[in-house]
């Protein structure tokens, strides 16, 4: 779709994805592999999403408002190096006030939501109908991102933008695939990313183990999920929440611990956890600018620019395609 003004076009990729993986087969998968895992894409179910807004406004958990206020900071510049005419291409799906932000900060200075374009993208990102890179509901669904999109074709420069840090869900061999694809498909344009940064590992582990318990929750809700949805019978009594902050590999790992010994059905399948094992559900990696910036150039990207808070919580980074 293009803009009728030229200013900005909401564009619609055309999806080349697989159907979305099944969660019930998934599960079943993630939980007779040694180590157990559940993908983290499996956090977003409804509850799991409106759990993960609540995160996004804990005291503990910078990364959000920390890379808003980057946002309205940093306007001026991303929209000079955005430019008065690009097609915006959303890489997110989830609800956010990101999403409202952005809109804002760009307009300011490039009149490149005058048109309303970029508020109908988020706004149908948030009905989870609308095209945006991630066919997937969640942008870590590793194979909807590995797998190849492909969008219509067009006469001007493509800007993707992927904010939140989801990057840091990836392993880094995996990022450098999903950068690689977006550049490929970004040619000509550029990539505004929001990239979580390392730091005092207290901060850290504190963000994922705040203390009114939403956190775990959220971890916990995929266990609900499976009670829901997979057939299964957790008692999520028996499970516990563990976070830590890994300073050798940069990042945060996530878990759910089984506190005995104990069966536990899923979709007919008897699946024992000894106490203490634990099932893995996330990685949340983080990077340093310089390091963030070679993993981008060795996916094709030139980063030509670098916001950051002052505390050096967080940063943007503006990357531009060969
Ligand atoms: C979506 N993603 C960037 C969040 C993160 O910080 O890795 C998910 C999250 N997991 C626990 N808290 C937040």
């Known amino acids: 779709m293009r803009a009728h003004s030229g200013i900005a076009a909401l564009v619609q990729p055309r999806e080349t994805a697989p159907r979305e993986e099944d969660f019930t087969d998934a599960l079943l998968t993630g939980l007779r592999a040694t180590p157990k895992n559940i993908p983290c894409k499996y956090f977003y179910d409804v509850e799991g999403s409106l759990l993960f807004e609540k995160i996004c406004m804990l005291p503990e958990y910078y990364p959000t408002r920390t890379e808003l206020r980057l946002l309205h900071a940093s306007a ?19 609800r956010g006030r990101k999403d409202k ?24 990102h948030r009905g989870g109908t609308a095209g945006g890179l991630s066919g997937p509901r969640h942008p870590a669904d590793r ?15 493509r800007v993707g933008f992927f ?14 695939a999903f950068l690689a694809n977006v550049a490929r498909m970004l040619k000509g344009g550029g990539l505004l990313i929001g990239v979580d940064l ?16 939403i956190t775990a929750a959220f971890n916990k809700n995929l266990l609900a999920r499976a009670n ?13 929440h563990y976070a830590l902050y890994n300073p050798l590999l940069r990042r945060i790992e996530m878990y759910l611990i089984s506190a005995c010994d104990q069966r536990v059905t899923v979709c007919g399948r008897s699946i024992a956890f000894a ?16 390091g963030f910036k070679a ?28």
């Open 275 to 290: 106490e203490g094992e634990a099932i893995h559900t996330e990685y949340s990696h983080k990077y340093t600018v310089d």
């Open 295 to 322: 993993l981008a150039a060795s996916a094709g990207f030139i980063p030509r620019q670098v916001w950051c808070d002052a505390d050096r919580l967080f940063s943007i980074h503006w990357l531009e395609t060969k």
């Open 76 to 94: 001026h510049g991303i929209a000079q190096f955005i430019g008065p005419d690009a097609e915006i291409v959303g890489i997110r799906r989830r």
């Open 228 to 240: 829901r949805e997979a057939g299964a019978n957790f008692n999520l009594a028996h499970f516990s």
């Open 143 to 157: 194979r909807g991102f590995h797998a190849r999109f492909s969008l219509p074709p067009s006469s001007g420069r």
């Open 163 to 176: 904010p939140g840090s989801t990057i840091g869900n990836f392993a880094p061999g995996e990022a450098r």
């Open 101 to 124: 932000t952005v809109a804002r900060c760009h307009g300011k200075s490039a009149r490149l939501f005058a048109d309303g374009y970029f508020r109908t993208l988020f706004a149908e």
């Open 198 to 213: 390392v730091k005092d590992p207290q901060i850290l582990h504190a963000a994922y183990n705040d203390k009114a318990g």
